[in-house]
């Protein structure tokens, strides 16, 4: 018997789900300090030149071109410094000392860099030739009046928020969180802290993904364990509809106890249950409810933490208006140890990257692959992403890895 027969590729999947969400269109107005991770909701442009004035590279020499026709020396004129142009006399034949990001002064042609003049009784010399232009930043070089510095879509980092300050912007209009319900099910499932009753075990799957919603900036609302009780889930579904965009279960969408999670969702809307062709991760739910996106985890740790990362966080980042490419870099190295692996489904294992002696890249498993030994990913620091029609994998066969991204502790 065929197994393998009717399961979903991941990129099919991911285009289903990527094809019917539309991004969220509500903004609001947040000061820079606190807009770190958001997306922006419009194009920022720029209400300056940058810089705003041509001024100098480098500590030297404002001179003019003129003036250093002949190899005579020049005389010192005046001082122009950061924060203090100089807008004084400016004989011919002589120069302007000047600091690096003075503006230059009025008819400036260059700036000679200190370390090419020379003191001499007569004034400066200069000891190197001079071209027209050097050594001075021209206004608006980096960044025009009127550009678009970052389109609506740019998720603000480090990298550009202080681009926003130095243009002046205080707050930047960025797209509105977005709000994930969460909740895990199944009466086996107790709290840390708790003592554990008969067959009952602690629930890692809330944790995992509430940590992960965070720290893609979302607005995470927990609602806790549900037991296995059609009118406690159906409840819970209706309130978590109501309060956000997306509503996260973990549990109930496997073969076992699929039947009355799905009785529940037919009637509060309209949910696939897929069989995806990945391993980790094979039972994942995905639809829409009256006014929220949902999206069923499957129950065992690893396929749920796997299902989010690769499903989950595409759908979330497309929905909170990021237009960037949520595509994980992949790297080709060579397996430094056996690879178990069976053809039919795209396997996520989880692996070590490291340097081998000779200084190459090479890959080994983090052991026993099983989807509930969810400390997999905290040995390892990378997917091992084996082609669904592969099999056994030897050593010193090339590998596709994909490194953790910060959801998992990596970069
Ligand atoms: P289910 O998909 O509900 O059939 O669950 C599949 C497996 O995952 C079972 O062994 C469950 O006990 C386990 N499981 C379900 N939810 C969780 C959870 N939140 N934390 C840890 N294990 C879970
Ligand atoms: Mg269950």
Avoid at 20 to 33: A, D, H, K, M
Avoid at 130 to 141: F, L, P
Wanted: aromatic share 6%; net charge negative.
């Amino acid at each position: 018997m065929d197994f393998t027969a009717g399961l979903i590729p991941l990129d099919d999947a991911l285009s289903q789900m990527l094809g019917r969400i539309t991004p969220l269109n509500i903004s609001e107005s947040l000061p820079l300090v606190q807009a770190f991770g958001r997306i922006t909701a419009r194009d920022v442009v720029s209400p300056l030149d940058v810089p705003g004035f041509d001024n100098s590279a480098m500590d030297g020499y404002a001179v003019r071109l003129s003036d250093i026709a002949t190899d005579a020396p020049l005389m010192v004129a005046g001082k122009a410094f950061a924060g203090q142009p100089y807008h004084g006399e400016w004989p011919a034949g002589s120069c302007i000392r000047i600091m690096t990001g003075a503006p230059v002064p009025a008819g400036c042609d260059a700036v000679v860099m200190q370390e090419q003049t020379e003191q001499t009784d007569a004034g400066v010399r200069f000891t190197a030739p001079v071209k027209a232009g050097q050594n001075i930043r021209r206004r608006g070089e980096d960044i025009a009046n009127g550009a678009v510095v970052f389109p609506a879509g740019t998720r603000l980092t480090v990298a550009e928020l202080p681009v926003l300050a130095s243009l002046g912007i205080p707050e930047v209009e960025v797209v509105r969180k977005v709000r994930v319900a969460l909740f895990s099910t199944g009466d086996e499932l107790q709290l840390p802290g708790q003592p554990l009753g008969d067959g009952q075990i602690y629930d890692t799957n809330r944790l995992a993904v509430h940590l992960m919603l965070e720290q893609l900036g979302c607005e995470v609302i927990n609602l806790g364990i549900i037991r296995d009780d059609p009118e406690e889930l159906r409840q819970t579904f209706i309130k978590a509809d109501s309060e956000a965009d997306v509503v996260i279960s973990s549990g109930g969408v496997s073969v076992g106890e699929a039947d009355y999670t799905k009785t529940i969702l037919d009637e509060l809307g309209e949910i696939g249950f897929w069989k995806l062709a990945i391993k980790p991760g094979k039972p994942f739910a995905f639809g829409k409810l009256s006014d929220s996106w949902f999206c069923g985890l499957p129950g065992n740790p690893v396929s749920a933490a796997l299902t989010f990362y690769q499903l989950v966080q595409p759908l979330l980042a497309k929905l909170s208006g990021f237009t960037g490419s949520t595509q994980a870099p992949r790297l080709r190295v060579r397996a430094a140890s056996r690879l178990k692996k069976s053809p039919g489904r795209l396997d996520f294992q989880r692996g070590i990257l490291q340097r081998d002696a000779n200084g190459e890249l090479t890959v080994s498993t983090t052991g026993h692959q099983g989807s509930h030994i969810f400390s997999s990913f905290s040995q390892g620091n990378c997917f091992i992403v084996l082609e669904r029609e592969r099999g056994h994998v030897e050593a010193g066969e090339w590998v596709e890895v994909e490194p953790f991204n910060h959801l998992l502790g990596g970069l």
